[in-house]
């Protein structure tokens, strides 16, 4: 076997580019993007995250279940860096779109984020928006955007119809059509 092609390939991000507050979209890899794929067949990407700098490096915070970062950790709000986030085990495809609104805006909608990783709010397995005691990926976007007088999905709202899934649902396409979103970068 050819030790290259074992290795996980990284993209390379124009991260000069980047800012506080900025939506980060990936088409996964595994079961649970496909089964977001399946049910959302008009959207590209199957997971989102918010963009926030600690320590000079960007990290994306983001409500991810099956992706513990040690042996018996929880699904839940977590955050790491943008290139494990875009690494190519997790990611076949990545943007990275911004809120056009004021920046202070965004800051404070990451910084929302930010606060929900520390407090470890779980990821909520019943997909429930009226709960934001548990979050899943696009409920924690919408939420912490929501908090500060952004509507993303501008309601927007997925009713999905499949075995084992029914019902409406936040999906990222529902953020991606926003007239608010303007695309910074994409691979």
Not at 88 to 106: H, L, N
């Amino acid at each position: 076997m050819d030790r290259n092609k074992s290795k996980k390939q990284s993209v390379d991000l124009p991260q000069e580019l980047f800012r506080d507050g900025d939506i980060v979209f990936r088409r996964g890899t595994g079961i649970t993007s496909r089964i977001v794929l399946a049910a959302d067949r008009e959207g590209s990407y199957s997971h989102v995250g918010i963009l926030k700098k600690e320590n000079g490096k960007w990290h994306v915070i983001h409500a991810v279940p099956g992706e513990p970062d040690f042996k018996g950790d929880a699904d839940r709000v977590k955050m790491e860096t943008i290139e494990h986030f875009f690494e190519a085990g997790k990611a076949i495809r990545g943007a990275v779109m911004r809120v056009s609104k004021d920046s202070t805006v965004a800051c404070k909608a990451a910084k929302n984020a930010l606060n929900l990783f520390l407090k470890r709010v779980p990821f909520d397995h019943s997909y429930n928006l009226n709960d934001t005691t548990e979050m899943y990926c696009t409920e924690l976007i919408d939420y912490v955007y929501r908090k500060e007088g952004v509507d993303l999905p501008e309601g927007r709202i997925s009713s999905i119809n499949i075995p084992g899934l029914r019902g409406d649902y936040l999906l990222p396409n529902d953020i991606v059509q926003s007239k608010r979103l303007c695309l910074i970068y994409y691979f």
